[in-house]
């Protein structure tokens, strides 16, 4: 939606202050969302479809891709698949054996495995599963290069989308301000009282 990033930054922040891991999931849908600005126009419209999607994902490793008629053939497990459990899409990357990059690929959130990976204390209201896919077809629509965007879809013609990824990286940080934030007020009320 192209909100000023000052005003997403003090939006991610507030959240944050009141629910880490809702500020954190939310953090990596606008990441990962914001991503489908490298798809064509025939992309955009399959997963803007129902509205604006939730999209979970994660960068690395990439999983193996074989081109196939139309499109791509990808097996794959990627860790930290933050929101992955809700996500209406994931998105992960994946690497032709012999290509010198990989590139992105969106599907559905049913044709993946999520696994039961995420066992910890903090942070635990993310979600932040492993999820796997075993030779699915992801049309080529569906794909997106690593790349500096050039010729953005209608839509993704603003500077916020040429900011990518470093919204997400700055979300990443200030998560982490919000939660510092309301511990410090705890301990100052803790001493108070």
């Not at 933050?82 to 899409?89: D, I, M, N, P, R």
């Not at 990357?93 to 990976?117: H, N, Q, S, Y």
């Not at 796997?132 to 953005?152: C, G, I, K, Q």
């Not at 013609?157 to 511990?183: C, H």
Request: proline share 9%; with cysteine.
């Amino acid at each position: 939606m192209e909100l000023h990033p000052v005003d997403c930054i003090r939006a991610w922040e507030a959240i944050a202050r009141i629910d880490a891991a809702a500020a954190w999931n939310l953090v990596m849908n606008q990441a990962i969302a914001a991503y489908s600005a490298w798809l064509p126009p025939k992309g955009v419209a399959e997963l803007f479809s129902a509205g604006i999607p939730t999209v979970a994902g994660a960068l690395h490793p990439p999983g193996t891709a074989v081109r196939t008629d139309g499109g791509w053939r990808i097996t794959g497990q990627v860790p930290f698949g933050s929101g992955c459990h809700h996500a209406q899409w994931l998105a992960m990357p994946a690497k032709e054996e012999g290509a010198d990059a990989p590139f992105g690929a969106f599907f559905r959130r049913e044709a993946v495995t999520i696994l039961d990976t995420w066992h910890t204390l903090g942070m635990r209201g993310t979600g932040s599963a492993d999820f796997a896919v075993t030779d699915l077809f992801v049309p080529e629509h569906l794909t997106v290069p690593v790349a500096p965007l050039r010729n953005p879809p209608p839509g993704f013609e603003g500077p916020l989308f040429r900011m990518w990824p470093w919204t997400a990286i700055i979300g990443e940080a200030i998560v982490s301000v919000g939660v510092a934030a309301t511990a410090v007020d705890a301990a100052v009320h803790l001493c108070k009282t």
